[in-house]
């Protein structure tokens, strides 16, 4: 059975410091689920855990006591709806989650490709070369991927965002078509082994023609690896929520994927 776009697991609310909308409220993402047919949704503002040393000033804002504003969530007949966060690793690949605090959370996003934040996911060295970022590329993942994490409800979110090498869409691609296929291939059958669940980021995935196979290539590999995939709109306003389930079904027809490949979080 065809691979169906019935669920959305990344979607940012006010509470998110990149996104600030009022608009952009757990009533209107509800809304959201309901006319799109999703059956299962999952709210994941920024979070850096107060339990974890070394957050940004940025991440120091968003702990515990800010995202649960969006607390209690709104049950809604027929929609699963989970209260997550997407946190991140530093340059020195510690995760922002302490372990104790997954218990807190029904899934948690980890970004590895967050390389815009010079100074907390990356050296000043680090971020002049391109060569160097796609090496982190593959860094990151594997020490992600090395931590004692609880992978079943873990999903590693947009491995091919442009803010991997974020100066220009040339050097995105670039640092895409450096990434070694036989690293790629070790990475995704460690994560198909751990259970991890990989995304497919709307935003991610609304690449060129001539993009295509560079954005796709891990995908295809993970795919081939045994990995499950889940669906992200990675939404931080009402407009972003709506364009994503047909970017979405589109990729499902490039990959071919089934139900088998999808990822479900245990909580």
């Known amino acids: 059975m065809k691979f169906t776009a019935d669920h959305d697991l990344h979607i940012h609310t006010h509470l998110s410091l990149c996104s600030g909308d009022p608009a952009q409220n757990v009533s209107a993402i509800c809304e959201y689920a309901e006319k799109q047919g999703l059956s299962r949704i999952c709210i994941t503002d920024h979070f850096w855990d107060s339990k974890v040393p070394g957050a940004s000033d940025w991440y120091k804002l968003q702990d515990m006591e800010h995202i649960s504003a969006s607390l209690p969530i709104q049950k809604l007949c027929g929609i699963d709806v989970l209260f997550g966060c997407e946190t991140d690793m530093d340059r020195?690949?510690?995760?922002?989650?302490?372990?104790?605090t997954f218990e807190d959370f029904d899934f948690v996003l980890i970004p590895t490709t967050h390389l815009h934040m010079t100074g907390f996911t990356l050296s000043e060295e680090d971020a002049q070369s391109?060569?160097?970022?796609?090496?982190?590329?593959?860094?990151?993942?594997?020490?992600?991927?090395?931590?004692?994490?609880?992978?079943e409800k873990v999903g590693i979110a947009h491995l091919t965002c442009s803010l991997t090498a974020p100066a220009s869409r040339e050097d995105y691609i670039a640092v895409l078509?450096?990434?070694?296929?036989?690293?790629?291939?070790?990475?995704?059958?460690?994560?198909?082994?751990?259970?991890?669940?990989?995304?497919?980021?709307?935003?991610?995935?609304?690449?060129?023609?001539?993009?295509?196979?560079?954005?796709?290539?891990?995908?295809?590999?993970?795919?081939a690896a045994g990995c499950k995939f889940f669906c992200g709109s990675d939404a931080h306003h009402p407009e972003s929520l709506y364009f994503a389930k047909e970017v979405f079904e589109r990729v499902i027809d490039v990959l071919g994927l089934c139900e088998s490949d999808k990822f479900i979080p245990k909580k």
């Open 177 to 223: 078509n450096m990434l070694p296929e036989a690293e790629m291939e070790r990475l995704f059958s460690r994560a198909a082994e751990l259970g991890v669940g990989i995304e497919l980021n709307a935003y991610d995935m609304r690449y060129a023609p001539e993009e295509e196979e560079a954005v796709l290539r891990p995908f295809r590999i993970a795919k």
């Open 130 to 151: 391109l060569d160097r970022r796609a090496e982190l590329w593959v860094e990151r993942f594997d020490g992600l991927l090395k931590c004692d994490l609880p992978f």
């Open 92 to 100: 020195f690949f510690t995760v922002g989650v302490d372990k104790s």
